[in-house]
């Protein structure tokens, strides 16, 4: 089946550096792609509507200037969590659906690990 | 779903009992709903869907009910295995925004031998 990938699976930097999350599909295009943030122990809260090709739609709340989306291809969303700060530690997971309406064609990523320090 | 924050719910289940998952929702315009299921450090992993012109959904080993009235959704897990040892999420979303989901707070299961 239709696969997304997600990378890096786990990173570490140091505050006031930029993280690059990148998410692939890998055998289908996606003109649309979610980005969600998880927190220990919590449920995945959306934080953007990632669009091939114009500006990504931001949840309230989520800084925009703090995480940049670029959706340049029907295959690739990156997701830059700028000047990242111990606070922005969290799993990061994208998902990615092909054309229709049916679950078995919405994919999430493995999930990124972001450890801040 | 209703994502309440840091509270996650456990329910510890006996190796070959069924579990009953609960969760509520909070949109009456979702018209999907799908459960996930989630390992330590992994994505969710699709477990099965159901829509709103629907009640009731069976696949292997699993059933989702859906009561539209009072917005809740529950997720039966027949003969539970100790593979079924998880998070899992009900998420709901709506025929004009498909693919953005709103998840609920989570349940751990727990199987004991």
């Known amino acids: 089946g239709a696969v997304v990938s997600q990378h890096p699976s786990r990173v570490i930097c140091k505050s006031g550096t930029s993280v690059k999350i990148e998410c692939r599909s890998l055998?289908?295009?996606?003109?649309?792609m979610f980005w969600y943030r998880q927190f220990p122990k919590q449920s995945l809260m959306l934080m953007a509507t990632?669009?091939?090709?114009?500006?990504?739609?931001?949840e309230q709340g989520v800084e925009k200037d703090k995480f940049l989306i670029n959706h340049a291809s029907l295959t690739l969303s990156t997701l830059t969590v700028t000047s990242a700060h111990p606070e922005d530690s969290s799993f990061y997971i994208c998902?990615?659906?092909?054309?229709?309406?049916?679950?078995?064609?919405?994919?999430f990523g493995s999930g990124t690990q972001l450890s801040v320090l | 779903g209703e994502s309440v924050g840091l509270h996650l719910p456990t329910l510890s289940v006996q190796e070959g009992d069924n579990s009953i998952i609960n969760c509520a929702y909070s949109?009456?315009?979702?018209?999907?709903f799908i459960w996930y299921k989630q390992e330590s450090g992994k994505g969710p992993q699709f477990i099965i869907d159901?829509?709103?012109?629907?009640d009731k959904r069976q696949g292997q080993r699993v059933t989702v009910l859906l009561n539209k009235t009072v917005k809740h959704l529950s997720l039966q897990i027949a003969a539970t295995q100790p593979g079924d040892s998880a998070v899992y999420f009900c998420?709901?979303?709506?025929?004009?925004?498909?693919?953005?989901?709103?998840f609920g707070a989570g349940t751990q299961v727990v199987v004991t031998p």
């Open positions: 998902s990615a659906y092909t054309t229709g309406g049916v679950s078995e064609k919405l994919f």
């Open positions: 055998d289908f295009q996606a003109t649309t």
């Open positions: 990632s669009n091939e090709g114009s500006k990504a739609t931001y």
């Open positions: 949109n009456s315009a979702s018209d999907y």
């Open positions: 159901i829509r709103s012109n629907m």
């Open positions: 998420a709901d979303s709506s025929t004009d925004s498909w693919g953005k989901l709103q």
